[in-house]
């Protein structure tokens, strides 16, 4: 039986679109760096700012991964203007603020 690629990061996607934030800070940043690669391989957009946005997030909370977790989020701020989502864009310009 072939495994489809889809069928391997399901389980991933699904744990990484949703908020995760369960006091395992650094199991959430592994599941949304793999969700990005895995996005990244799927040339999914609005799936790559969302795993930016939210792996950005979760950088700044730690001191030395604050300068990649700001350029995350400028970088979901980005990808959202372009595909047109204000709402997200804002939400993620928010974060971005707050990171600072």
């Known amino acids: 039986m072939t495994v489809l690629k889809t069928d391997v990061c399901s389980p991933i996607k699904r744990e990484a679109i949703g908020w995760a934030g369960r006091g395992d800070i650094k199991t959430d940043l592994e599941l949304y760096d793999s969700a990005l690669r895995v996005f990244e391989?799927?040339?999914?957009?609005?799936?790559?700012?969302?795993?930016?946005?939210?792996?950005?997030?979760?950088?700044?909370?730690?001191?030395?991964?604050?300068?990649?977790?700001?350029?995350?989020?400028l970088c979901s701020v980005a990808i959202f203007k372009e595909i047109g989502d204000i709402r997200k864009e804002i939400q993620a310009t928010?974060?971005?603020?707050?990171?600072?």
């Open 94 to 100: 928010l974060r971005t603020a707050l990171g600072l």
């Open 41 to 73: 391989e799927e040339n999914s957009i609005p799936d790559i700012a969302d795993a930016l946005w939210k792996n950005g997030v979760v950088c700044t909370l730690f001191k030395e991964l604050q300068e990649k977790g700001i350029c995350e989020l």
